[in-house]
């Protein structure tokens, strides 16, 4: 493992597990100062402590990406202990399978609050520190921010309005020389997954997908992928959707 992100400071929300985790892990193997947040304070804790980093180069916090108040605070935090920021990562998410008529209100807001108002506060925030910087934003989206999918209207919403953030944010400020890429997982091996459980009233028939791997992906791949996006490889890559799904989307 090479040292690509050697002494930038990357926050990576989400961090207590699955994408966050691996992602955190990944940056700190490369030699980054990682600021890991997440809504479990024992996971992102657990987090840290895989990384064997003295206190000054990883950093372990509670925060509910809901709360823009709780944002400014963590990106002011990082801000101050490190005098900037580099990279942001806005990993956290929720999503779940339900039909239309029984999504609920507070199912509809809280994804809208966690996948997109979350990752809106968190670089709002940390914008004026990467323009300093010439940073870099990655936000983890799905291939349901690039497609319809049935059973999953707030979680598709939410995610198709990640996207939007995503393109947005990369042409406001591209030429201030902050790139704004985002990742787009397909099927993967995390804890995630347990809240797209099917029941007896789903018809399998209408959210069938296809995939040209018989497996599904690691937390690892996905994290190698946010990485390379971040890093000074992808110098030229702005506004860039990278699909990481064997396929799925492809046809």
Known sequence: MNNRFENKRVFVS??????????????????????????????VEATVRKMERGSDEAVAARLDVTS???????IADVSARWG??????????VGGIRALGEETDEGWAL?????????????????????????VIINV???????????????????????????TLALEFG??????NAVCPGGTKTAFLQGFQLDDNIDMGLIAR???????????????????LASAEARFANGAILSVDGGSVAG
Not at 36 to 43: A, Y
Not at 68 to 74: K, N, Q, T, V, Y
Not at 84 to 93: E, K, T
């Open 68 to 74: 823009g108040d709780a944002c400014r605070s963590a």
């Open 210 to 228: 296809t995939s040209l791997l018989d497996e599904m992906a690691e937390p690892e791949d996905m994290a190698a992928s946010i990485c390379f």
């Open 175 to 180: 030429r201030q020389g902050v790139r704004v």
């Open 111 to 135: 994804a809208m609050a966690v996948n997109a108002n979350g990752p809106f506060y968190l670089s709002q925030a940390a914008m004026p520190h990467l323009v300093e910087s010439r940073g």
């Open 14 to 43: 989400g961090a207590a597990s699955g994408m966050g985790r691996a992602t955190a892990l990944r940056f700190a193997a490369e030699g980054a100062r990682v600021y890991c947040v997440d809504l479990d304070q024992d996971g």
């Open 141 to 167: 989206i799905s291939t349901a921010g690039l497609q319809g999918q049935a059973y999953m209207s707030s979680y598709v919403a939410s995610k198709h309005a990640l996207l939007g953030l995503t393109r």
């Open 84 to 93: 900037g920021i580099d990279v942001l990562c806005n990993v956290a998410g």
